[in-house]
Structures are given as structure tokens and as C-alpha cells.
């Protein structure tokens, strides 16, 4: 079973910064992309960033240059470092992740529980 934990989230003033986490656990042949999500009061779940094993990365347009993902490969570890932060980036921030099982090499998409972020004075 694949798990992944996030952590990083809570309170900050507009134009502050904050670093999230997300550590994935279990057996899995290969992990092939992780990433982070949002959803905000009254929105859809949208994409924030995403890398891939090869670590090409993909931001969403309101959040380029301020935001950065990366990853620690060893220890099956996405960050997303939060710059420049805006009241509008108040959302609850999920961790994914595609994986690759053993058994019969299927891919498999995992979601954390998610972790607050709130951008208020």
C-alpha cells in the first residue's frame, strides 16, 4: 500500500513564504511524477505543480515564478516551496503521486489527506 504524508501547511501574512512536504511510503516498482494540488473555498481541485522521475515540471499559470517543486529521490520526497504568497493561494493542498505497483506493473495514482494553507493579515 502506498501512502503519502504531507506536511508544511498553516498561517502566513501575505507576501510571506511557506515549504511543504509530501514523503511517499509503501512497496512500488518506480515512482513516476509527484506533485501538489489545491482547493480553495468554493473551487474545483486544480493542479499547482507537478515533476516526473526525469524531473521535468509543469506549474500552473497563477502560481509561476513564485512557486518552485522539486524533489529528493531517495527519500521519496516533494517539495513545494511557496514564495510571494497571495490571500488567493488560501486552499487546502493535497500531495499526488503516480506509481508503478509490482504487481503486473500497474500504474496507480495516490492523493494525501491534504494540509491547510491560509494567507491572511
Known amino acids: 500500500q502506498v501512502q503519502l504524508v504531507e506536511s508544511g501547511g498553516g498561517l502566513v501574512q501575505p507576501g510571506g513564504s511557506l515549504r511543504l512536504s509530501c514523503a511517499a511510503s509503501?512497496?512500488?516498482?518506480?515512482?513516476?511524477?509527484m506533485g501538489w494540488y489545491r482547493q480553495g473555498p468554493g473551487n474545483k481541485r486544480e493542479l499547482v505543480a507537478t515533476?516526473?522521475?526525469?524531473?521535468?515540471?509543469n506549474y500552473a499559470d497563477s502560481v509561476q515564478g513564485r512557486f518552485t517543486i522539486s524533489t529528493d529521490n531517495a527519500k521519496k520526497t516533494v517539495y513545494l516551496q511557496m514564495n510571494s504568497l497571495k490571500p488567493e493561494d488560501t486552499a487546502v493542498y493535497y500531495c499526488n503521486a503516480r506509481v508503478i505497483q509490482w504487481a503486473g506493473y500497474r500504474s496507480l495514482e495516490v492523493w494525501g489527506q491534504g494540509t491547510l494553507v491560509t494567507v491572511s493579515s
Open positions: 509503501g512497496s512500488f516498482f518506480r515512482l513516476t511524477s
Open positions: 515533476i516526473t522521475d526525469s524531473l521535468s515540471t
